[in-house]
């Protein structure tokens, strides 16, 4: 270390150096400082006061000047181990990870002694997804700290996020043995997904045999009953044991008979979805007695029988028939999947017309409402926007009170292409019933189609918190990440900038009266006003976006504690798959289109300014 | 399952809020020929008249309203009947004599009230809404002339039944 080659300044600096760091660590920062600025003053090349300086001036608030300490203490002695530690934790608190990761590294690598750098390390290397030096990072933790279940586990994870199985498994059993003869009540939980971790593991390395012997020797200790299940009906069928797999699917269905999946591989284990359709019918029918509140087993049939297949019509009708009596709103939505095959869409229509003309007009009077509700989404979906409108409009006159039928008639609306009526036809449903959060949720969107923004925020607002000075809820909204509603104002507004230049652009440029002068001015002002607006509400979602992507920081220390390793692994992975979410994307291309007209603008302002100073460069 | 709730409709009462009163005013909007002030609004919403205010719906649509206010001159507190509609649809199912029952019902089981009787205008054009009434209990007491200003005829009977008396129930 330089300090060491330069004992004469070092004794007395570095022992101030100490002492600053102790008020450091109990948050002393003020007078920190004042004892590193006193060593900076006879030293100004003191690179661990230096680097004290910067953090404690991020500490302090003067953010500005802290980096340049930083880069100066590092530049000087990038091989000091403290140096390297205080870099480290400045750009942690920045959220530079990659940097962050580099100078713990090295403050290891340069000999420290303070161990629980290792922990602080294997963070920034879980979030910057650096999972071959992460390994190594959790494994020297672990031999530093053996003595806690939760750094085994996250040495597992590591391991297995190299792909490393064997090692993984073996990290959990090892702790599985040793901990087994001392489990408490309270461990429980924790010793139950780790074993179903471990089996977790064991799955994706593709080796079934193994992972159903584990899964059955673990039996006892497994108390999230359902998993075990899953697991091991998937492993049977994997291996081939239809039968025994097709038992504990219907076992699993007995717990949920609403789970569409448990049906579609119980008929994997039985090997049905070959057979005739007659055969899988019988199945079914069978299901359906057993289950006769559950929906997919008198869905599924539909989706199999082919639309000619004498059943199909017949089930349709069942179908279809029991929900419009029971007024189950969603009918159209739930028969809708079927539309994709056109020859089953006129089967039904057939159906549903005629049950609205021969057998509605004797049942209760909700019944026609429903079915004209109905019949209203099916021309919608078929683009027949004339007969849905008149099947809209007469279930309006009929009960002018269900909300329900405002939403199709605004969306019809929308497609004749009038957003502004159809905003008011949502308000209209809206002020049926004030307390129904997802009509106002529809109108605030309408709204913002209609390029009415003010309005939409001041209805959403009903549904925000308002603190005692705001006008409205805008900066809940923000905090409250709603980042459907920020991307739809950040569209309204690019619209409305976009009409006001249009105007700009129909302004005609040859009049020169105050008036006219005056009207481009305040086009201008407001081109401006609003395409400020429009950019500050894209990026609004754009920081959601980042905060969504920040806070896996805690999970990587807090799911190994909580012992959630699958729900961890989840979690890596749809963090991975963040931006590609589409509302990321939809605001990545509305943002860099405002920043392409912006940048074309400054372009061709720039040509227009070079020109005139050419021409008053040179004389005529 | 489905027969039961074909055979069987829901019939049920709210009572009014700030937020379905939306509700009521599409109902009166619909329901008659006569535009109600912001005063008729506010007052369905005050606390002592939640009892004898109720949207009323049928298998979980709103499809009717009966809204009564209490008048009380001398000590004596009698209940007005201001409206009630159900929607065409859903008439002729008994939707209306179950709602005044229930408004009966609720002015009967009073006793802070003290509500002594129910009085109501049926315009004299209308007989089948008097007998309707009358079925129910009430009885011509008057006939009050020029009741209905924009409306012809513009006279009205009132009717009356009293709620002290449960033998007035026919």
């Known amino acids: ?171 959990l059993t090892k702790i599985e043995d040793i901990i087994k003869p001392h489990l408490t009540e309270a461990d429980v939980y924790e010793q139950s997904e780790c074993c179903l971790y471990k089996n977790y593991i064991v799955n994706e390395a593709g080796n079934y045999t193994k992972a159903l012997e584990l899964l059955e020797k673990d039996e006892k200790e497994i108390t999230d009953r359902l998993s075990f299940l899953e697991y091991k009906a998937k492993y049977l069928v994997l291996l081939g044991q239809n039968e025994e797999a097709s038992l504990i699917y219907r076992q699993l269905l007995q717990r949920n008979p609403d789970n569409v999946d448990y049906y579609t591989l119980l008929e994997t284990a039985l090997g049905t979805s070959s057979k005739p359709f007659e055969y899988r019918l019988k199945l079914y029918e069978k299901l359906a007695r057993f289950y006769p509140r559950s929906d997919p087993p008198k869905f599924i049939p539909l989706t199999f029988l082919p639309s000619d297949h004498p059943s199909f019509e017949q089930k349709a009708k069942e179908y279809v028939e029991s929900q419009l009596k029971r007024g189950v709103p969603s009918t159209f939505v739930n028969i809708k999947p079927l539309y994709k095959n056109i020859e089953k869409l006129k089967v039904i229509e057939k159906i549903v017309l005629e049950f609205f003309k021969l057998q509605a007009p004797s049942l209760n009077p909700t019944i026609t409402v429903w079915s004209k509700y109905f019949l209203a989404q099916h021309y919608l979906y078929l683009n027949d926007l004339v007969t849905a409108n008149d099947y809209i409009d007469s279930a309006l006159d009929h009960s002018p009170t269900l909300v329900e039928l405002y939403i199709v008639k605004a969306r019809i609306i929308k497609h004749f292409g ?25 109108t605030t969107k309408y709204l913002l189609r209609a390029n009415k923004v003010n309005e939409a925020i001041d209805c959403i607002s009903l549904f925000t918190k308002l603190d005692d000075d705001a006008v409205n809820g805008c900066k809940d909204l923000h905090l409250m990440q709603v980042n459907w509603v920020l991307i739809e104002s950040a569209e309204a507004y690019t619209r409305i900038y976009h009409e006001y230049e249009k105007q700009l652009k129909d302004l005609s440029p040859e009049d020169p009266s105050e008036e006219a002068l005056a009207a481009e001015q305040e086009l201008k002002e407001n081109i401006d006003i609003f395409k400020g607006l429009a950019l500050k509400r894209y990026h609004a979602v754009i920081d959601n976006f980042k905060i969504f992507f920040d806070d896996q920081f805690d999970f990587h220390s807090y799911c190994m504690r909580r012992a959630t390793p699958r729900d961890y692994i989840e979690t890596l992975k749809w963090e991975d798959k963040l931006h590609s979410t589409p509302i990321y994307v939809r605001t990545i291309k509305g943002l860099s289109s405002v920043y392409w007209e912006i940048y074309e603008q400054q372009q061709k302002q720039k040509e227009l300014d070079a020109s005139n100073e050419d021409k008053e460069s040179s004389p005529s | 399952m489905s027969t039961t709730s074909r055979s069987q409709p829901r019939v049920s009462f709210a009572s009014l809020t700030p937020n379905n009163l939306g509700t009521v005013r599409k109902l009166n909007s619909v329901l008659f020929p006569i535009k109600y002030s912001e005063k008729f609004y506010q007052d369905v919403l005050l606390p002592q008249a939640e009892d004898f205010c109720k949207l009323v719906y049928f298998n979980d649509v709103p499809v009717g309203t009966i809204c009564c206010r209490l008048e009380t001159v001398d000590n004596k507190t009698r209940l007005y009947l201001m409206t009630m509609g159900v929607l065409a649809p859903y008439r002729s199912r008994g939707l209306g004599s179950k709602s005044l029952e229930h408004v009966i019902a609720a002015a009967a089981n009073n006793p802070k009230l003290k509500i002594e009787s129910m009085y109501l205008h049926v315009q004299v054009s209308n007989a089948s809404a008097k007998s309707f009434y009358e079925r129910h209990g009430f009885k011509e007491v008057a006939v009050q002339q020029d009741y209905y200003k924009k409306l012809i005829p513009h006279d009205a009977w009132i009717l009356e039944r009293s709620l002290t008396d449960q033998q007035a129930d026919k």
């Open chain 1, 418 to 442: 009038d957003y502004e009526k159809a905003s008011q036809i949502m308000n209209e449903a809206r002020e049926l019933d004030l307390q129904d959060r997802f009509i106002n949720s529809k």
């Open chain 1, 1 to 171: 270390m330089v300090a060491r080659n330069n004992p004469i300044l070092a004794n007395k600096e570095d022992a101030n150096f100490r002492e600053a760091l102790k008020l450091f660590d109990s948050k002393q920062y003020k007078k920190a400082l004042k004892l590193v600025e006193a060593n900076i003053k006879k030293n100004s090349s003191h690179a661990e006061s230096l680097a004290l300086k910067g953090v404690l001036n991020h500490h302090l608030g003067h953010k500005a000047e802290a980096k340049q300490f930083i880069t100066k203490a590092v530049s000087k002695e990038p091989g000091n181990y403290l140096v390297d530690h205080l870099a480290g934790i400045y750009f942690r608190t920045i959220d530079d990870y990659p940097e962050a990761a580099k100078w713990l590294k090295a403050s290891i690598d340069n000999g420290s002694p303070n161990r629980a750098i290792l922990r602080d390390l294997a963070l920034l290397q879980s979030q910057i997804r650096d999972y071959k030096n992460l390994r190594d990072t959790r494994q020297a933790y672990l031999e530093f700290q053996p003595g806690y279940r939760a750094n085994w586990t996250a040495t597992a994870i590591a391991q297995h996020l190299n792909k490393d199985y064997n090692a993984a498994v073996n990290t």
